[in-house]
Each structure stands twice: as structure tokens, then as C-alpha cells.
């Protein structure tokens, strides 16, 4: 059902390039791929949430290569599945550690980029994860409030370094820069095979 939908989703996407229905497409994408996972034989899970984050991090290449602008909402739909699909996977230590270094790609890549919609939806997801991981590996009643004051800290030094930079929120509201196409679509290419032999190695294994 989702696969179809999202055909037909696509479709109407290519006819008329509007971004509800381009999030539509990235919404129907998101249950397929979630149900691909789920039906693996030993998914338990977290690997819903490694091939939610593979679509994410497609999206995100895609739109910085151009394909799938404009670019802010490329970079807001692409980092809002990737965020979804680290919180889907943070059960096992993998997971752990995914979703902790998706947020500071994220926030790293929006003031190296000077993107708003990358430095916000990073946040956003160290701010959601941190406190998770946090209390899943070091269950003690200090550990989450000292996490979440080291990553604020952190977050109002990017901050910063990327007001600083200057011209941070002028570039965001224009859009970044794309990237080169032929890389974009590379890079992608590789990260979806390479995600989706993951998947299927810890879903048969």
C-alpha cells in the first residue's frame, strides 16, 4: 500500500512541485522503507530506525546536490527523518552512538553551511537524543540534567562561532548553496546501498 502510494505521490510531485507534496513523497517513502525493515526476520526494532536514517540522510545529499529543491525544504524534511530515525534506533549501542553523531553532523554541517533548517533540526535531535542515551547507558539521576547542560553549552557555542560567521540567518532564509549533482547523486547512491546491506546483514543475521 505504501509503495503505491508513493508512486502516485510522486507523480503528483513531479506535476506539481509543491512542498506538501514533496513531503508527502518523503512521508510515504518513510513507511515503506519502515516496513521493508520490519518484515526481516530478526528486526527487533532498531532497524526500522537505521533504514528511517538512510532515507534521511539520501534526502539530505539529494537536496544538496539539487535534485530534490529547493534546498531549505530538502534540508528540513531530509534532517526531520533522520532525527525520527535515530530515535526509531537508539535502543542497542550502534544506535546509541548514531543518533548522538547525526546530531553533531547536523549542527556542524548548519554553521560550516550557514543552514538554518541543519542547525535547527541538529539541535533539535541532541536535544531529544542526549537525555535518552543518556539515561539508557548511565542511569543515574546527574546524568541526564549535566547532559543536557554540556549540549546546551555546546549549542550556544555553535551558535556563536556561527553568528560570528555572519550572515547565517540571511543565508538560511535564502537557501544554501547546492553542491555539484553528479556527487550528490553518488554519494547518495552509495549511502542507500550501503544502508540497506546493513539492514538486511543484521535483519538475516
Known amino acids: 500500500a505504501a509503495c503505491g502510494t508513493a508512486v502516485v505521490a510522486a507523480a503528483l510531485w513531479w506535476w506539481h512541485r509543491t512542498v506538501l507534496q514533496r513531503a508527502a513523497v518523503v512521508g510515504t517513502l518513510l513507511v515503506v522503507v519502515g516496513a521493508a525493515a520490519a518484515h526481516l526476520p530478526n528486526d ?34 531530509g534532517g526531520a527523518v533522520l532525527a525520527v530515525g535515530t530515535a526509531f534506533g537508539i535502543g542497542p549501542a550502534w544506535g546509541s552512538v548514531l543518533a548522538i553523531a547525526t546530531g553533531v553532523a547536523l549542527v556542524a554541517a548548519g554553521v560550516a553551511l550557514r543552514d538554518v533548517a541543519l542547525l535547527g533540526v541538529g539541535s533539535l535531535a541532541l536535544l531529544v537524543d542526549v537525555p ?45 548553496r547546492t553542491g555539484p549533482r553528479q556527487l550528490a547523486v553518488g554519494l547518495a547512491a552509495l549511502v542507500a546501498l550501503g544502508v540497506a546491506a546493513a539492514v538486511v546483514a543484521l535483519g538475516m543475521a
Open 44 to 77: 527487533d526494532g532498531d532497524l526500522i530506525g537505521l533504514a528511517m536514517w538512510g532515507l534521511g540522510a539520501v534526502w539530505l545529499l539529494l537536496g544538496w546536490g539539487g535534485v530534490v529543491g529547493p534546498r531549505l525544504a530538502a534540508d528540513v524534511l
Open 132 to 176: 535518552v542515551v543518556t539515561d539508557r547507558w548511565f542511569p543515574d539521576a546527574l546524568a541526564v540534567p549535566m547532559a543536557l547542560l554540556v549540549v546546551g553549552a555546546l549549542l550556544v557555542g555553535g551558535a556563536l562561532v556561527a553568528a560570528r560567521r555572519g550572515t547565517l540567518a540571511d543565508a538560511g532564509l535564502r537557501g544554501a
